[in-house]
């Protein structure tokens, strides 16, 4: 996109200083009427749905594509430089691995390899496809915070079914990617004691390491068809059996379940 197609994009938009909000209600505005625009339009296959800076990775099924934009490929995701192989696929590998199963989900599976939408999937497959996936929705909705009146609020397993198959494909498909590779078993500067199976795991958990506010969380909870960062390493590690042979966790204890959930 050059100045003047930059120019005209925003046209519409008006921006005033001391209107911050005002600026994000104009702004989603105009972002609403642009993608009203491309309707009548044949798909843009050259188009990105993220801006570059954005740290950020998604799959698009009408164009059949992973984008990965420049603010992702920075650690703690990406690691430029000689770094444990687990550890790149323990992190980007696994973002990798998650954006590729959107194209099985629920909603990625109802379109086909030339982006449309056609359900091709039989009806034996589906079935299974179902049986599976709700044992995903019950062992996330297990899940839960304590609002400020001492309530508790589930994590809301339906909601979250689409990115909680794509955390636990990414984690079977980047560890299989990495099991495949014939890497080199480096120890990680100042962690000696851990082998390239934890570090796998630790890279994994590291990229959802943050801190939120009581108010924000609950929001998400609530609204986001994610799960709450911890969450998503506790369940998606709970989940895999690679994970409790790596830290030796006994059957049946809260990181290894008897009973665990597998879609792919």
């Known amino acids: 996109m050059n100045v003047t197609q930059l120019h005209d994009k925003y046209a519409p938009l008006t921006v005033k ?6 600026n994000m209600v104009r702004a989603a505005g105009v972002q609403v009427d642009e993608s009203w625009q491309k309707l009548p339009k044949p798909t843009d296959y050259k188009s990105w749905e993220m801006t570059p800076q954005m740290v950020n990775a998604y799959y698009s099924p009408t164009h059949n594509e992973i984008v990965f934009p420049a603010g992702i490929l920075q650690p703690p995701f990406f690691f430029p430089g000689d770094v444990p192989d687990a550890v790149s696929y323990g992190a980007i590998g696994m973002v990798a691995g998650h954006e590729l199963a959107h194209a ?4 990625g599976r109802l379109y086909d390899s030339q982006g449309r939408l056609i359900d091709w999937w039989s009806e034996k497959v589906a079935a299974e496809f179902d049986k599976r996936a709700q044992c995903f929705v019950e062992h996330y909705g297990n899940f839960s915070i304590v609002d400020p009146q001492g309530r508790k609020l589930h994590v809301n397993g339906k909601l979250t079914l689409g990115e909680n198959l794509a955390d636990a494909g990414g984690i079977a498909q980047s560890w299989r990617a990495w099991k495949a590779r014939k890497s080199r078993d480096v120890r990680l500067p100042g962690m000696p ?10 890279a994994f958990a590291q990229i959802w390491c943050g801190k939120a506010k009581p108010e924000y969380s609950l929001n998400l909870i609530r609204t986001d068809p994610h799960s709450p960062s911890w969450v998503r390493v506790n369940a998606g590690v709970q989940d895999a059996p690679q994970f409790a042979k790596a830290f030796k966790c006994p059957v049946g204890s809260k990181m290894n379940p008897a009973h665990k ?3 792919w």
Do not use: N, V, W
């Open 104 to 107: 099985f989900d629920q909603h």
């Open 261 to 263: 959930c597998e879609m």
């Open 17 to 22: 200083r001391e209107d911050h909000f005002g």
């Open 193 to 202: 004691a851990t082998t390239p199976e934890q570090q796998f795991f630790l």
